[in-house]
């Protein structure tokens, strides 16, 4: 079993900045990738970043070089740096894991957290 729990969600302004969290606990951790997605009113869940098991890293291509996925604290957290955040980057912002490589869709993972609000506006 893997518990995850994001933090660091808020309301920034449009060229901000926030840093998102994501505490994982459970067996094993180091051998799950990690990945964060983000859901808009209306819309369906989509796919930010993942971070697999050896570190590689997958973006999105709305988020290539304005996010970064990062592990921490001895791989138990998952980090989503964002800057020059945009408000169409407005959704619940959640991460998930999976056993090995990072996956492309929803449910292909097997582990989520409850989600963090991020709000992108003057």
């Known amino acids: 079993q893997v518990q995850l729990v994001e933090s660091g969600g808020g309301l920034v302004q449009p060229g901000g900045s926030l840093r998102l969290s994501c505490a994982v606990s459970?067996?094993?951790?180091?051998?799950?990738?990690v990945a964060w997605f983000r859901q808009a009113p209306g819309k369906e869940r989509e796919g930010v970043s993942c971070i697999s098991t050896d570190d590689s890293t997958q973006y999105a291509d709305s988020v290539k070089g304005r996010f970064t996925v990062s592990r921490a604290n001895a791989k138990d957290t998952v980090l989503l740096q964002m800057n020059n955040l945009e408000p169409e980057d407005t959704a619940v912002y959640y991460c998930?894991?999976?056993?090995?490589?990072?996956?492309?869709?929803?449910?292909?993972?097997?582990?989520w957290g409850q989600g963090t609000q991020v709000t992108v506006s003057s």
């Open positions: 998930a894991a999976a056993a090995g490589v990072c996956r492309n869709r929803p449910w292909e993972y097997d582990w």
């Open positions: 459970g067996r094993t951790v180091e051998y799950y990738a």
